[in-house]
């Protein structure tokens, strides 16, 4: 690892669940020479806003948040000096999706006119590869029952649509998946399952992206996970580099 962020002292809040992506920004701030802390600290917990920012402005040069609210890590970021990095919200997962489209720049040379399709709902994943498709050479299409259809505004994009027909998966490059719904009706949803038989039918190229944790059974059959098409683990790795490089371009190196 290049150590560029030798004296550099980065602030870890995780005030909500997961684990895969705060370990490898812990383990790619090590690796590049830089002090990381975890404080304890849970957001909205009734300390004002500036206070705490004006606190961890004193320590860190770099703070990376994953908390529930967007609006909570947007109002942190406006009190505070210090670069934030948003390590996931309820809403968004930038930091997801900038290490799968690292994985796939890496396996296919480029991301230009790619056709991602995810069979998810609207949440923080999906949002996310929304996001990218606004700044980035990419078709997004979310496949899914009409009522998880995005329906933000703010999102909606020329290289974005959605659709309830499983044939745009047979021309992806790209195909991701997210949990179910909490208390979704199974029988509605199993139609949008991602079988080895469906992956048996898509580009031979293609990549097959379901975001972790996987409910095997639910949005993935067993099978699928071990198609040859299926890169989940691979990709992971790519989340340490993307993150690595996240944390450069954030303090300004």
Request: contains cysteine; hydrophobic residues 45%; glycine residues 6%.
């Amino acid at each position: 690892m290049p150590q560029t962020l030798i004296g550099q002292r980065v602030g870890l809040i995780v005030d909500d669940t997961g684990w895969r992506n705060t370990t490898a920004f812990e383990l790619g701030v090590k690796a590049m020479g830089g002090i990381i802390v975890q404080p304890p600290i849970s957001l909205n917990s009734g300390e004002v806003t500036s206070d705490l920012a004006g606190y961890l402005d004193n320590w860190f040069d770099l703070l990376i948040v994953r908390t529930r609210q967007l609006a909570t890590l947007k109002q942190l970021a406006d009190a505070m000096r210090t670069p934030i990095i948003n390590a996931r919200t309820r809403t968004n997962h930038p930091c997801e999706t900038l290490g799968d489209l690292a994985f796939v720049r890496k396996m296919r040379g480029s991301i230009e006119g790619l056709k991602v399709v995810g069979l998810a709902p609207e949440a923080n994943i999906l949002s996310s590869w929304v996001e990218a498709s606004r700044a980035m050479p990419i078709e997004v299409v979310q496949v899914y029952p009409a009522h998880w259809h995005v329906n933000d505004f703010a999102l909606l994009n020329p290289n974005f649509t959605t659709s309830q027909d499983m044939l745009h998966v047979l021309d992806a490059d790209v195909i991701f998946t997210d949990s179910w719904p909490v208390g979704a009706d199974h029988a509605e949803l199993l139609p949008y399952q991602v079988t080895q038989s469906l992956l048996d039918q898509c580009k031979s190229d293609a990549l097959f992206l379901p975001c972790p944790p996987v409910a095997r059974g639910q949005e993935v059959s067993s099978e699928a996970m071990e198609h040859h098409l299926c890169k989940s683990r691979s990709a992971k790795a790519f989340l340490l580099h993307a993150q690595n490089a996240l944390m450069e371009w954030a303090i300004g190196l």
